[in-house]
């Protein structure tokens, strides 16, 4: 990242840089986006509601590893590339309700990777996104704790993809088409574990909370850093800071450190000190998260309504190259009648107690059933 413009103002009196906000940089007040604004929209029924429940179709071709409890599947001995389309309605049900499903050595390209990912939805673009079909995803090799020194935006801290927009994406896809053997690692969270894990009292205070997401801090940074792009101007959403899912119905916490600056109904400061804790409980969220060894061909696919995901920065020399694919979602909504994750599992497994119970005493002979010797 030596192309930040605040590399080249260095103080004589310490030896580093001055801080400078990127908008002193003059490419960024003389940029001009190619694009107008998006507006929100419907998108199309998600494929996950089309899908089997119990997902046969899928599960019966496929081997299917838990990583943890939380999320995280890996399904092996199948092709993506050879997925029909209700198999592929199944995998979006299962990315919804585990958050990240991966693959090993898929002989997916680049082509049939976008054609295969139109089955989900209108595909997204990237503001920084020069090809309209998909984005190239490298690696890091910098110190994000020392870049947030000189810009805005914490690139390297955990997000959902581009969650500012009105329609942010639902599903994403990355192909990886070159990777160091060791380092370039990428975590996951899930959002739904970051909503149980909070107290009863500060799940009712969120949820009457709006988070406000903004692209400002990532496009300016995108021209100090890049020179180039983005191709639509910064915008601010105030979405619900719990939403719920679709597809699944389950309340997920809506806030991440990558695009969330603070609370719509809150003052300054007292968004400033929940964003801190925001902060810690995403990273210490160590029950709720996976981190993902990437080889040549691997894949994953994530549903960014329920995860925050960060590429785990590193040292390596070797190139790192992937190919990801996103489409659009619906537009965040919250609907108090939904419920937690943990909250389900509990209510379902005391309505299947009680129903055993029921049975039970069914089976039970009655004590007043009997003939006299």
């Given at each position: 990242?030596?192309?930040?413009?605040?590399?080249?103002?260095?103080?004589?009196?310490?030896?580093?840089?001055?801080?400078?906000h990127?908008?002193?940089?003059?490419?960024?007040?003389?940029?001009?986006?190619?694009?107008?604004l998006?507006?929100?929209?419907?998108?199309?029924?998600?494929?996950?509601?089309?899908?089997?429940?119990?997902?046969?179709?899928?599960?019966?071709?496929?081997?299917?590893?838990?990583?943890?409890?939380s999320?995280?599947?890996?399904?092996?001995?199948?092709?993506?590339?050879?997925?029909?389309?209700?198999?592929?309605?199944?995998?979006?049900?299962?990315?919804?309700?585990?958050g990240?499903?991966?693959?090993?050595?898929?002989?997916?390209?680049?082509?049939?990777?976008?054609?295969?990912?139109?089955?989900?939805?209108?595909l997204?673009?990237?503001?920084?996104?020069?090809?309209?079909?998909?984005?190239?995803?490298?690696?890091?090799?910098?110190?994000?704790?020392?870049?947030?020194?000189?810009?805005?935006?914490?690139?390297?801290?955990?997000?959902?993809?581009?969650?500012?927009?009105?329609?942010?994406?639902?599903?994403?896809?990355?192909?990886?088409?070159?990777?160091?053997?060791?380092?370039?690692?990428?975590?996951?969270?899930?959002?739904?574990?970051l909503?149980?894990?909070?107290?009863?009292?500060?799940?009712?205070?969120?949820?009457?909370?709006?988070?406000?997401?903004?692209?400002?801090?990532?496009?300016?940074?995108?021209?100090?850093?890049?020179g180039?792009?983005?191709?639509?101007?910064?915008?601010?959403?105030?979405?619900?800071?719990?939403?719920?899912?679709?597809?699944?119905?389950?309340?997920?916490?809506?806030?991440?450190p990558?695009?969330?600056?603070?609370?719509?109904?809150l003052?300054?400061?007292?968004?400033?000190?929940?964003?801190?804790?925001?902060?810690?409980?995403?990273?210490?969220?160590?029950?709720?998260?996976?981190?993902?060894?990437?080889?040549?061909?691997?894949?994953?696919?994530?549903?960014?309504?329920?995860?925050l995901?960060?590429?785990?920065?590193?040292?390596?020399?070797?190139?790192?190259?992937?190919?990801?694919?996103?489409?659009?979602?619906?537009?965040?909504?919250?609907d108090?009648?939904?419920?937690?994750?943990l909250?389900?599992?509990?209510?379902?497994?005391?309505?299947?107690?009680?129903?055993?119970?029921?049975?039970?005493?069914?089976?039970?002979?009655?004590?007043?059933?009997?003939?006299?010797?």
């Amino acid at each position: 990242m030596a192309h930040l413009e605040a590399r080249k103002h260095i103080s004589p009196d310490s030896g580093f840089p001055i801080t400078l906000h990127p908008n002193f940089n003059p490419k960024i007040t003389t940029h001009v986006p190619p694009e107008p604004l998006r507006a929100a929209f419907t998108p199309e029924t998600d494929r996950a509601l089309f899908a089997d429940p119990l997902k046969t179709s899928l599960l019966s071709a496929a081997t299917r590893t838990d990583l943890t409890e939380s999320l995280g599947t890996v399904l092996s001995g199948i092709q993506l590339s050879s997925l029909t389309p209700t198999q592929l309605d199944e995998l979006a049900l299962l990315v919804s309700e585990r958050g990240v499903v991966f693959f090993r050595d898929q002989d997916l390209t680049t082509s049939t990777q976008v054609s295969l990912f139109e089955h989900f939805g209108l595909l997204d673009r990237h503001p920084a996104q020069k090809d309209v079909r998909h984005v190239v995803i490298r690696g890091s090799r910098e110190d994000h704790r020392e870049i947030l020194s000189y810009t805005p935006w914490p690139s390297g801290d955990f997000h959902a993809d581009t969650s500012f927009e009105l329609n942010p994406p639902s599903y994403s896809m990355l192909r990886m088409e070159e990777h160091p053997a060791v380092g370039g690692d990428t975590a996951w969270v899930s959002s739904y574990g970051l909503y149980d894990a909070l107290s009863d009292a500060m799940k009712k205070f969120i949820e009457s909370l709006h988070a406000v997401h903004t692209s400002r801090l990532q496009y300016d940074t995108i021209i100090d850093l890049w020179g180039v792009g983005p191709n639509r101007p910064p915008i601010d959403s105030h979405h619900p800071a719990v939403r719920t899912h679709p597809v699944t119905g389950l309340k997920a916490l809506n806030v991440n450190p990558g695009f969330v600056t603070g609370f719509a109904e809150l003052k300054k400061v007292e968004s400033d000190k929940l964003m801190e804790f925001f902060a810690y409980h995403i990273h210490s969220a160590d029950d709720h998260a996976v981190r993902w060894k990437w080889e040549v061909g691997s894949v994953a696919m994530w549903d960014n309504r329920c995860t925050l995901h960060r590429v785990i920065p590193g040292s390596y020399e070797a190139p790192r190259r992937g190919i990801r694919t996103t489409v659009f979602g619906e537009k965040p909504y919250f609907d108090p009648a939904s419920e937690g994750r943990l909250q389900r599992q509990q209510r379902l497994k005391k309505e299947a107690e009680a129903e055993a119970q029921k049975t039970n005493e069914e089976k039970k002979p009655d004590s007043t059933d009997f003939t006299p010797a």
